[in-house]
């Protein structure tokens, strides 16, 4: 692909465009833990009893009460110069084990919960061998029933995505228009633009179409910045997917207690018997409407002396809002 002239919109050194065998597991993987209405429902491949089974398996996997994923296989793949195999023999079903310290991962696309948990994770992985193997035979039988698919149908689907996208690039459209997603990601919030602008200059940018994918994802890993992208989604699929992130965290601000507890901690840390006693409510009630906020990250604990006092994640709330008006092309600065 040859590179074009620089210019202040997105085009810059020539992205990486290829498969990944380990990104169409990733999508595998969500579909599997987070069913979508409006996708095809593929993992009737797997069968009931088996699609309930590993989704079980995932979700216990940690004990830490996070389901696991595929995540981590991707970093891994990342690290070891596989995130553009087109099978996953290299990965599984044992994955890859990393030497020394763990680099830094990058993983700025992540919340910081997300992006914390991501390098326990890892760490996890690299010392304890019998877990990595463990973790690379449930992630094999969760692919072995879509490989023939991937490798039959799905990967000569995804090189034509390739040629079609590099054809457009050659002839000098803007990276944002030969692949509509990227200004979908420049426009919805700031510090992707600015991730996709920096990875682009440096020559980390990676485009990955996607058979069993939905319309979009970014992933900041070590070595890449990876926007993954369906040519054949429905155009407005990204706009059910930000509904479908969005719903859950706007759930939690929708009972008016908690709101107002919400909003009385981003004006002052307190305890949970000081709420109680402030709003007249029984301080179960207020654990309960505390732990759905901790576990939107929309209030943290801190320690003082005997006492845990709670505090409102005040920019966590701000992205939040952000999300929601960039979502609906609101400027919020207007």
């Not at 763990?102 to 910081?112: K, Q, V, Y």
């Amino acid at each position: 692909m040859a590179p074009v002239d620089r210019g202040d919109d997105l085009r810059r050194r020539p992205p990486a465009l290829a498969p990944s065998a380990v990104l169409e597991l990733l999508w595998l993987g969500d579909q599997l833990l987070r069913p979508q209405p409006d996708m095809p429902n593929r993992m009737q491949a797997l069968g009931p009893e088996r699609a309930e089974r590993l989704a079980r398996e995932l979700n216990d996997f940690w004990g830490d009460g996070h389901s696991a994923g595929v995540g981590e296989l991707v970093i891994l793949a990342d690290l070891s110069d596989q995130l553009f195999a087109t099978d996953l023999d290299g990965l599984l079903p044992s994955p890859p084990a990393l030497e020394g310290e763990l680099p830094d991962l990058g993983l700025r696309s992540e919340d910081p919960s997300d992006r914390a948990r991501f390098i326990e994770r890892l760490g996890l992985l690299q010392r304890r061998p019998k877990l990595r193997a463990r973790y690379g035979r449930l992630l094999q039988e969760l692919w072995a029933p879509f490989r023939e698919e991937w490798e039959t149908k799905g990967l000569p689907q995804v090189l034509a995505s390739c040629h079609t996208v590099a054809r457009r690039m050659e002839s000098g459209t803007a990276l944002e228009e030969a692949v509509p997603v990227v200004g979908h990601l420049v426009r919805k919030r700031a510090g992707w633009g600015l991730m996709v602008s920096e990875a682009a200059d440096r020559g980390r940018l990676a485009l990955v179409p996607s058979y069993f994918g939905g319309s979009w994802s970014l992933w900041d890993l070590p070595h890449h910045l990876v926007v993954g992208f369906n040519e054949g989604a429905d155009p407005i699929a990204a706009l059910r997917e930000e509904g479908r992130l969005l719903a859950p965290r706007l759930r939690v601000l929708g009972d008016p207690t908690r709101l107002s507890l919400l909003l009385y901690l981003a004006d002052r840390p307190t305890s949970v018997g000081e709420l109680a006693a402030r709003f007249g409510l029984a301080q179960p009630t207020v654990s309960a409407h505390l732990h759905t906020l901790r576990e939107a990250a929309l209030v943290t604990p801190r320690k003082e002396g005997s006492r845990t006092l709670y505090r409102a994640e005040r920019a966590e709330l701000a992205r939040l809002l952000r999300d929601v008006a960039s979502g609906s092309g609101v400027d919020l600065g207007s």
